[in-house]
């Protein structure tokens, strides 16, 4: 092995189709497939470099030291690599994201992606993408979505080596755009590893499983087939429905603020009268609405005029993880 560095980026993503509940929890294998689409712009930047002077991993995200279950998920990766490639190395891991961390716009999803692409590089592995989706998928189920480009589709499968995401349709398929309404930039309170443990607890979860796959047929054709009207309708009920199952855990989750709902709301209404809208919502207060991008600034501008709106951020469908 020649060199031992890498750096690689990826974006994160929206889920159309949510995933939530694994049936499997050490290997992240999901209980229903799930469809999301890449956002542009956004981005987690990682470097991953082994060295033999390091006793131990080491991470570094936007600058800060982070030890404990944060690094312990990074090395979890590593070792996996480290395995793969057959080298004994300790690794320096340093991460940049350009978008606020913990508040439902899925900065895991880029991070175990970039790592994902970084660490194999580094370590002299040329992994296929479904190599590395099955590996980001380890570390944040979502971003095994993150890997390949565009709109996507995670194949939820049985086992590790069938659980993985492929592109349906590249970036420039379609022009809508995501304009995250930002109502706290806050850390989530309940992270998404421990909420899908929860998801069985809620009576209701089995039924949102059990009607996922018309949901993925009705969203994938809405998607190959441009058709706005369709896709929103399916996401809205495929969002509300895995909140519903957040609510009706045991503890229950709720995810949703005031200004969540207020959002939302007005999301229905721009929508009745004729403004191209949707809105999605993660496991996080900020409320995710898709519009079409000649819509962009007047989408942009009404939800900074909703109460509670702290910020917009608007980002179109984005490509793949990709070396630097
Ligand atoms: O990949 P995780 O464990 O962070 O789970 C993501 C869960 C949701 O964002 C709520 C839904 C999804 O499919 O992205």
Redesign the pocket.
């Given at each position: 092995m020649t060199t031992h560095t890498a750096a690689a980026q990826a974006s994160p993503?929206?889920?159309f189709?949510?995933?939530?509940g694994n049936a499997n929890h050490a290997l992240?294998i999901p209980v229903n497939g799930?469809i999301?689409m890449n956002l542009d712009g956004l981005f987690t930047r990682t470097t991953v470099s082994f060295q033999p002077a390091l006793a131990l991993d080491e991470l570094v995200i936007n600058g800060h030291e982070v030890t404990g279950k944060g690094l312990e998920r990074v090395s979890a990766i590593l070792d996996i690599v480290r395995q793969a490639a057959g080298i004994n190395l300790r690794a320096e891991v340093i991460s940049e994201n350009n978008f606020p961390t913990g508040a439902?716009i899925?900065s895991?999803?880029a991070a175990f992606a970039a790592l994902a692409l970084a660490a194999t590089q580094a370590a002299g592995l040329a992994w296929s993408e479904r190599e590395l989706s099955i590996l980001a998928r380890r570390g944040?189920?979502?971003?095994c979505?993150s890997v390949p480009g565009g709109f996507v589709e995670w194949l939820p499968g049985s086992a590790n080596e069938d659980s993985y995401a492929v592109s349906i349709a590249p970036p420039e398929h379609w022009d809508l755009v995501d304009c995250v309404a930002i109502v706290s930039a806050g850390h989530k309170r309940t992270?998404?590893?421990e909420?899908?443990a929860l998801a069985p607890t809620s009576p209701l979860q089995a039924a949102r499983v059990a009607d996922a796959p018309r949901r993925l047929d009705i969203c994938r054709r809405a998607i190959l087939a441009r058709d706005f009207d369709a896709l929103a309708a399916v996401v809205e009920h495929d969002s509300d429905m895995?909140h519903a199952v957040m609510m009706t855990s045991q503890p229950a989750l709720f995810y949703w603020q005031p200004a969540t709902l207020t959002v939302m709301d007005a999301v229905r209404a721009w929508r009745s009268q004729g403004l191209p809208v949707f809105y999605t919502v993660?496991?996080g207060p900020n409320v995710h609405v898709l519009t079409l991008s000649a819509y962009t600034t007047e989408v942009t501008q009404r939800l900074r005029a909703l109460p509670g709106v702290s910020d917009v951020l608007t980002a179109k469908a984005g490509g793949p993880a990709r070396l630097m």
């Open positions: 993503n929206i889920a189709i949510k995933y939530w992240r799930s999301s439902g899925a895991s999803a944040s189920g979502s971003a979505r992270g998404s590893t909420g899908h895995m993660d496991a």
